[in-house]
């Protein structure tokens, strides 16, 4: 069974709201009904009551299956607001809010930060710097997260690593040249995004072009910087470095360069790049040269799971995508 | 609101998102060179502007002001 395939499983014993504020768009409408008719999730269609339904009934969904939520309905709105502007450390007040929730994107994200929704799904129409401001000014990022970042979970033929032939990698997408508290932030929520949708014990390597100490340089430092902030941070996670790639995930290797005790070297499960110019060109070497499978971005450092798609994504692709962020959702309230 | 007014709030909003002095800001202060702040900062700058003074700003656009008086004629613009 494919790892995909086990997620889905996995989504349909505990299905979660997905708040889609795009279920308009033709393709999203199509995700959020066949994932929430075969038991995956609780698909929430917010927007324009009216012309959602009428949509469905053209494209021949059953309406039974959508819990559509109605954008102009004024007393649910106001409730919202109130249960929102009650939160601790929200940015937008009453006014402002209202405002801001007349666009679908920012209503549901105020469910799920009330919870009437466990995850909020968007990017088909919305571009990738609009879900993340969505993101940041109404969901908010984690406590010592500093941050917005990604990882992508690698599917790799012939690989035999300590969690078979998948490793998480991060951050090939978001994030484009850290700092190191930035750094050490990706780390922790790779951390945490494996923890919660896999059920790994994390093992977390910080890599670059060195293995303790075997180079040196400002790229390097960056990265010991990197790991320090984040076992300060975090000394309940196993993150160590500074590896490089092979010293990270290769027991034979790990045992030649790392010559100290090491819950990560030889048996990471996630592996963090330096920056972006690394993470996008390794992984395309994965795909093109591996034959790998990259499933992703899923982005992280949210207070709860904020999912953006590709824009030209296809519906196979949206609904893995959503099953992907019900899983986590659901992880994450473990 | 008048020009001066408005410089006040803004430089009062600024300081208190990127946690600065307000004495410590002018006209002049540049968001890339003097604040170095993340777009984190920006974020909260954003949601304070459109709690206090009404103005709905596009992070981009706000992201792309050198200074504090470039955030000011953008926020005079949404007035």
């Not at chain 2, 992070?59 to 000011?72: K, Q």
Request: proline share 3%.
């Amino acid at each position: 069974m494919s790892i995909l395939d086990q997620l889905y499983e996995k989504a349909k014993q505990n299905p979660q709201k997905v708040a889609f504020p795009e279920a308009a768009n033709e393709k999203m409408m199509q995700a959020a009904y066949e994932t929430g008719r075969d038991g995956y999730i609780i698909p929430v269609l917010v927007g324009d009551a009216a012309e959602l339904k009428r949509l469905a009934a053209e494209r021949g969904y059953e309406e039974s299956i959508f819990t559509i939520v109605d954008i102009h309905e004024e007393a649910y709105k106001n409730e919202l607001i109130a249960k929102y502007v009650a939160l601790p450390e929200t940015r937008l007040k009453e006014k402002a809010l209202g405002r801001r929730m007349e666009d679908p994107l920012y209503y549901s994200m105020v469910m799920q930060a009330v919870e009437e929704a466990d995850v909020t799904f968007a990017g088909i129409d919305n571009t990738t710097g609009d879900v993340l401001l969505a993101g940041q000014m109404i969901i908010g990022l984690k406590p010592g997260i500093s941050t917005i970042s990604s990882i992508g979970l690698c599917d790799i033929p012939g690989f035999e690593g300590s969690e078979g032939s998948l490793l998480a990698v991060g951050d090939s997408a978001v994030c484009t040249n850290p700092n190191a508290e930035q750094l050490a932030s990706i780390a922790i929520s790779a951390c945490d995004t494996v923890a919660s949708l896999l059920d790994w014990e994390p093992r977390c390597a910080m890599v670059c072009y060195s293995t303790l100490g075997s180079g040196q340089g400002e790229l390097i430092d960056k990265v010991t910087e990197a790991l320090k902030i984040a076992q300060e941070a975090r000394p309940d996670l196993a993150i160590d470095g500074e590896f490089q790639l092979d010293a990270a995930i290769v027991p034979a290797v790990a045992e030649k360069k790392v010559k100290r005790e090491s819950k990560v070297a030889g048996k990471a499960n996630v592996v963090i790049w330096p920056d972006l110019n690394v993470g996008n060109v390794s992984v395309k070497l994965i795909q093109q040269f591996g034959h790998a499978d990259a499933y992703g971005p899923m982005l992280q450092g949210f207070n709860k799971v904020v999912c953006d798609c590709s824009r030209g994504a296809p519906v196979s692709e949206i609904k893995g995508n959503v099953v992907i962020s019900a899983v986590r959702a659901a992880g994450d309230k473990k | 609101m008048e020009r001066k007014e408005l410089e006040a709030k803004v430089l009062e909003l600024v300081a208190a998102s990127y946690k600065k002095d307000v004495n410590e800001l002018s006209m002049e202060t540049s968001f890339k060179e003097d604040l170095s702040g993340a777009s984190v900062q920006m974020v909260a700058l954003v949601a304070e502007i459109e709690n206090e003074l009404d103005a709905t700003l596009m992070l981009a656009d706000a992201s792309a002001c050198a200074t504090i008086s470039e955030l000011v004629d953008l926020v005079e613009e949404e007035l």
